[in-house]
Nanobody, 129 residues
Framework: HVQLVESGGGSAQAGGSLRLSCTAS????????MAWFRQAPGKEREGVAS????????YHADSVKGRFTISHDDAKNTLYLQMNSLAPEDSGMFYC??????????????????????WGQGTQVTVSS
């Protein structure tokens, strides 16, 4: 499995912005469906957004559409999540995940945890009102 390390979490005021990064190490991720998940205290982990490192399709959860944007930089082997207009309900631990060796992220199952073999340790995001 590829090793994933998240960074960029922290505290923000409601309405503010943060950008999360996820850097892959151990191997270059050349073809993978990559995603961000978040888990709030007492809640299940949920998919936030996904994108393929080669193909152009991107998926965002309804709760973050228009506010969050996922992207990937091949040269830096890094996945990003730009989060704008943050709200307190966005708080939680954010995890980066990768499903390597796949040609596509699928609209039907990109948000299913079982689809991903590699996970980072997470980065905490706290949004105050």
């Amino acid at each position: 499995h590829v090793q994933l390390v998240e960074s960029g979490g922290g505290s923000a005021q409601a309405g503010g912005s943060l950008r999360l990064s996820c850097t892959a190490s151990g191997s270059t991720v050349t073809s993978a469906c990559m995603a961000w998940f978040r888990q709030a205290p007492g809640k299940e982990r949920e998919g936030v957004a996904s994108t393929h490192t080669r193909a152009g399709a991107r998926y965002h959860a309804d709760s973050v559409k228009g506010r969050f944007t996922i992207s990937h930089d091949d040269a830096k082997n890094t996945l990003y999540l730009q989060m704008n207009s943050l709200a307190p309900e966005d708080s939680g631990m954010f995890y980066c995940a990768a499903n390597t060796g796949t040609l596509y992220c699928h609209s039907s199952d990109w948000s299913q945890q079982a689809r991903y073999q590699s996970w980072g340790q997470g980065t905490q995001v706290t949004v105050s009102s």
